[in-house]
């Protein structure tokens, strides 16, 4: 491939990534309560008599929504919200498009296991700075550096 044809990539630093799943993470919960508030009429789970489904009345639709918004746009553009915000995107280990499959693992690790993925990828992670379920999707994210005249840029690794 030609160097005029293509822009850099790196892969994208953690902080990069916690800022883009921080900018999904607001744009889906207002969503999420806008949609609570609109079925129930209320944001109060104080009709529900245990606290542990009160919390899990919130929690499960939310994280399905998360999860269903993540394959979307992640398999359709490799870009949510965040990712778009941030110059990042998501490709498969070879830089390519990532496949359905790996997608879907992905995101089920960020939708329902987020805390585990996280610190189990942090002290488990290799140079890729893969998630566990980046890993067994084998996806990664990285930052796409538009670069018109590339042979008058340098990259290196964040």
Excluded: H
């Excluded at 542990?52 to 553009?77: D, G, H």
């Excluded at 919200?81 to 990532?98: A, D, E, F, R, W």
């Amino acid at each position: 491939m030609n160097s005029d044809t293509y822009s850099k990539i790196i892969i994208a630093k953690w902080t990069d990534r916690f800022l883009a799943w921080l900018i999904d993470f607001i744009v889906i919960s207002m969503i999420s309560t806008l949609v609570i508030f609109a079925l129930f009429g209320t944001l109060d789970y104080g009709f529900i008599d245990n606290s542990f489904w009160a919390e899990s009345m919130q929690y499960i639709p939310t994280s399905v929504l998360f999860f269903i918004y993540w394959v979307i746009l992640e398999y359709k553009t490799g870009q949510t919200i965040g990712k778009k915000i941030l110059n990042l995107k998501v490709t498969n280990v070879y830089g390519n498009k990532p496949n359905l499959k790996g997608i879907i693992i992905s995101s089920f690790g960020k939708s329902f296991l987020l805390p585990i993925d996280v610190l189990f990828g942090l002290f488990l992670t290799n140079k890729n700075r893969q998630r566990v379920f980046n890993k067994l999707g084998n996806t990664l994210i990285i930052k796409i550096k538009d670069v018109n005249n590339i042979s008058d840029t340098n990259y290196t690794k964040d």
